[in-house]
T-cell receptor
């Protein structure tokens, strides 16, 4: 059971917008910046968003991040088939003195 | 360009040991912190350990503290993960990841990842 809670799956049609949530607590999301990683099938993870809402170099601006209190969100606009992947949130946790990942969310483009 | 390549994975019996390596190229290796992250079959990501550029700051997840140890050899541009007392639940794909900074911090993230090396613990 992960410290960070993500929905197991989300889906959307091409050109639609989807949002993936990541729920934590004060010791992690409440105090520190959240990072989002995309893992394409059979590939290593790649950072999309860091420190809540900063877009990593080379990443499409269709991806955006936000945070409120102890929850964070990743929004993907203008869905494309190439966005089908697993998405993970990650943040430092003061109680565990280490980094934690959400359980991951599988995005399906219908 | 930045590249990380892991090696050293394989099949081992419970209680056995393995030493994973991660060689970096295309950047100034000595100036960065590194992490190890694993992914069990069909599961999510699990952060394991991190080491600062100078080796003075080291962090471990509870699940591996006392069994795994991280180290680095800057002359060889390599970071290591020594894994002892392996258990079946350690079966996973092990990734090496570079930190954005020279010291792991709460404001950091993992900006480059290797393709991973597979570890299978079987009885």
């Amino acid at each position: 059971q992960s410290v960070l809670t993500q929905p197991p799956s989300v889906s959307g049609a091409p050109r639609q917008r989807v949002t993936i949530s990541c729920s934590g607590s004060y010791s992690n999301i409440g105090k520190h910046g959240v990072n989002w990683y995309q893992q394409l099938p059979g590939k290593a993870p790649k950072v999309l968003i860091y420190y809540d809402d900063l877009l990593s170099s080379g990443v499409s601006d269709r991806f955006s991040g936000s945070k409120s209190d102890t929850s964070a969100s990743l929004t993907i606009s203008g869905l494309q088939s190439e966005d089908e992947a697993d998405y993970f949130c990650s943040v430092w946790d003061d109680s565990l003195n280490g980094w934690v990942f959400g359980g991951g969310t599988k995005l399906t483009v219908l | 360009q930045v590249q990380l390549v892991e090696s050293g994975g394989g099949m081992v019996q419970p209680g056995g040991s393995l030493r994973l390596s991660c060689e970096g190229s295309g950047f100034s290796f000595k100036n960065f912190a590194f992490h190890w992250v694993r992914q069990a079959p069909g599961k999510g990501l699990e952060w394991l350990t991190a080491m600062s550029y100078d080796g003075n700051s080291i962090y471990y997840a509870d699940s591996v503290r006392g069994r795994f140890s991280i180290s680095r050899d800057d002359a060889k541009h390599t970071v290591f993960l020594q894994m002892n007392g392996l258990r079946r639940e350690d079966t996973a794909l092990y990734y090496c990841a570079r930190d954005i900074d020279f010291r792991p911090s709460a404001s950091g993230h993992f900006d480059h990842w290797g393709p991973g090396t597979q570890v299978i613990v079987y009885s």
